[in-house]
């Protein structure tokens, strides 16, 4: 089987490389390391059934014929993460979009008929009010709410939701097997923090006994899923024949307040750092609308492939804990020959 993944050397992209060449298939991976790392993708150079080409899929010349071999195309490439968002609003709708529909395209001319997974986001649900203290999982056929005005914050989900319809348009206009994935939060390995993802961010300042910065009161809730049920996840959607021109959450349905991550990364971490509360104002300018809860009803994903997570979030944090106290002994083994040196 050959797999083309765009954006494969970002967070979720490598994890998927690293599943699928362990199942011995072929995988190609286009990148133009904005976001993705090179570091991601290192441990796969060597292996024969890997290559990699740093391209940028609005205007890379390989594309149509990287996907006129592939038998699962996952289309991954975009700019995310909320810091990043605020910072290129214009960026976040021209080339989520744009790429997209040039990688539809591409695959509706190839004669492969290639399986497409399509990124979208559990942004496009938006900040929906909690009514009587109660706040219900969020089902893909909900109506979505984006809140008018000139926030550029939205504009990811935006283009999302573009994203989703041109999905759904090729899978209708072309008959072809594409299907959207609405990612709610995704955390493991690989995973950096400087876009602003919450895990690796309190993961690192708990084992450096930083303070752990916490936005806000706390109160706001998410849903974790580990990236190793992820990829299997999506390769389970891209194998049955009913997820086609279907929208289908991605996640995992235990919800946390971020005040209760904070506090149980410290203790699994076995950590003095305070917990530091920061407005948020201060870290993301002014009017910046916060999402209150967020947790996917996954009764879809479990009808179109049984699908079930096998990590609980307790042990993904123990994992990044390990891994990233390996690290820095790492790290404080090569100071010390430096220093020595
Ligand atoms: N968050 C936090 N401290 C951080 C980074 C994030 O309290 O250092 C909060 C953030 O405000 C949000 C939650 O953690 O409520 C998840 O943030 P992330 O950026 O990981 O994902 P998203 O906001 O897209 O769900």
């Known amino acids: 089987m050959h797999v083309l993944i765009t954006g494969g050397a970002g967070f979720i992209g490598s994890n998927l490389v690293r599943y699928h060449l362990n199942q011995g298939h072929k995988v190609h991976v286009v990148d133009d390391l904005s976001t993705g790392r090179k570091e991601n993708i290192q441990p796969f150079l060597h292996d024969p059934n890997f ?152 993961v690192s300042q708990a084992v450096n006994n930083e303070p752990i910065t916490v936005f806000g009161d706390g109160s706001q809730t998410r849903s974790f899923m580990d990236v190793r049920d992820t990829v299997k996840a999506l390769f389970a959607l891209a194998s049955t024949e009913d997820s086609a021109g279907e929208i289908v959450n991605v996640g995992s349905d235990s919800e946390i307040t971020i005040l209760d991550l904070a506090e149980l990364v410290r203790k699994l971490a076995d950590s003095e750092s305070p917990i530091h509360h920061l407005d948020y104002e201060d870290v993301y300018g002014e009017g910046f609308d916060e999402i209150a809860y967020r947790r996917p009803a996954l009764q879809k994903l479990q009808r179109l492939t049984g699908f079930k997570s096998r990590y609980a979030l307790v042990d993904t944090i123990n994992h990044l804990i390990a891994l990233s106290k390996a690290e820095k002994e790492v790290d404080g083994d090569v100071s010390l020959v430096r220093s020595r040196a």
């Open 51 to 202: 290559h990699f080409d740093k391209g940028d899929v609005l205007t890379w010349s390989g594309l149509e014929r990287a996907v006129s071999g592939a038998d699962v195309i996952y289309h991954l490439a975009a700019v995310v993460g909320v810091f990043k968002v605020l910072k290129q609003p214009i960026e976040v709708l021209a080339i989520n979009i744009a790429g997209c529909e040039r990688l539809l395209r591409a695959a509706r001319n190839s004669h492969w008929r290639p399986r497409v997974i399509v990124a979208s986001s559990s942004e496009v649900y938006g900040n929906r009010p909690i009514v009587d203290g109660r706040h219900l999982p969020l089902h893909e056929e909900l109506e979505l709410l984006i809140t008018p005005g000139i926030n550029t914050r939205w504009n990811y989900s935006i283009s999302k939701l573009a994203n989703e319809a041109f999905a759904i348009s090729y899978a209708k206009e072309h008959d072809m097997h594409v299907t959207a994935v609405r990612f709610f939060n995704v955390c493991g390995p690989g995973q950096t923090g400087r876009y602003g993802m919450v895990v690796p961010r309190f």
